[in-house]
């Protein structure tokens, strides 16, 4: 059973979010603001944390940050602000989804559903793109019909990551911190060449998966067929 998390300073909220997810055979774990939810993470293990911005104590922003600093644990914004530089600054600090108040409560059991599944993909090590496999293991590309593939290492760490969470976008920022390391000094547009390569290599293939350019905010994965 999923176990997630809520963190929101408003009971109907939580109450609401509870109500849908445990339908869906979710436990679910209430919290009141950033601060009592940090605690909680660092102790117990929570499979998806869903959050409010604006909270007592420790906002939304804050949480995030810490919690990605625990690990890769899913978590959804949910949250009055609609704006799209807070949508960016979310992205930015590790939000993998957000949805705004007022949300539709079937919406937001399907994103955490999605979320999820995401997850469950990313730990298994193997990563299924159409007819395309991607191993973590062995570093290889396996084709249906075919013999597997090496890529140069940082392409494969960037399908990797993309395709372990299809539909999901990620910013430069967060791609360059993830797969060259906060200490790398080269430009951002490094990201953008090893994209511009892995589609150059999967050309063929877009029945299967494609890598989309949001303008001005990043990338996201999107497959087309299991």
Same mark, same amino acid.
């Given at each position: 059973?999923?176990?997630v998390?809520?963190?929101?300073?408003?009971?109907?909220?939580?109450?609401?979010?509870r109500?849908?997810?445990?339908?869906?055979?979710?436990?679910?774990?209430e919290?009141?603001?950033?601060?009592?939810?940090?605690?909680?993470?660092?102790?117990?293990?929570?499979?998806?944390?869903?959050?409010?911005?604006?909270?007592?104590?420790m906002?939304?922003?804050?949480l995030?940050?810490?919690?990605?600093?625990?690990?890769?644990?899913?978590?959804?914004? $949910?949250?009055a602000?609609?704006?799209?530089?807070?949508?960016i600054?979310g992205?930015?600090?590790?939000?993998?989804?957000?949805?705004?108040?007022?949300?539709?409560?079937?919406?937001?059991?399907?994103?955490?559903?999605?979320?999820l599944?995401?997850?469950?993909?990313?730990a298994?090590?193997?990563v299924?793109?159409?007819?395309i496999?991607?191993?973590?293991?062995?570093?290889?590309v396996?084709?249906?019909?075919?013999?597997?593939?090496?890529?140069?290492?940082?392409?494969?760490?960037?399908?990797?990551?993309?395709?372990? %969470?299809?539909?999901?976008?990620?910013t430069?920022?967060?791609?360059?911190?993830? $797969?060259?390391?906060?200490?790398?000094?080269?430009?951002?547009?490094?990201?953008?060449?090893? $994209?511009?390569?892995?589609?150059?290599?999967?050309?063929?293939?877009?029945?299967?998966?494609?890598?989309?350019?949001?303008?001005?905010?990043? %990338?996201?994965?999107?497959?087309?067929?299991?």
């Amino acid at each position: 059973m999923p176990k997630v998390m809520v963190v929101d300073d408003d009971a109907h909220i939580r109450e609401l979010v509870r109500l849908y997810l445990e339908d869906e055979g979710m436990e679910i774990i209430e919290k009141t603001n950033g601060r009592e939810a940090l605690s909680y993470a660092e102790n117990h293990p929570v499979d998806l944390v869903i959050l409010d911005i604006m909270m007592p104590e420790m906002d939304g922003w804050a949480l995030c940050e810490h919690l990605r600093g625990i690990g890769d644990i899913p978590i959804l914004m $949910i949250t009055a602000k609609g704006e799209s530089a807070d949508r960016i600054k979310g992205f930015q600090l590790g939000t993998d989804d957000y949805l705004v108040k007022p949300f539709d409560p079937m919406e937001l059991a399907l994103r955490v559903k999605a979320l999820l599944k995401r997850s469950r993909i990313s730990a298994s090590q193997t990563v299924k793109l159409g007819e395309i496999s991607l191993d973590r293991k062995s570093y290889q590309v396996m084709y249906k019909d075919a013999e597997s593939v090496t890529l140069p290492m940082k392409e494969f760490e960037l399908l990797y990551k993309l395709g372990s %969470y299809p539909g999901q976008l990620f910013t430069r920022d967060h791609l360059i911190a993830d $797969i060259w390391g906060l200490d790398y000094e080269g430009d951002e547009r490094t990201v953008d060449v090893h $994209i511009s390569r892995l589609r150059e290599r999967f050309v063929d293939h877009e029945a299967d998966f494609r890598i989309v350019t949001l303008r001005g905010l990043g %990338y996201r994965l999107e497959v087309y067929r299991d």
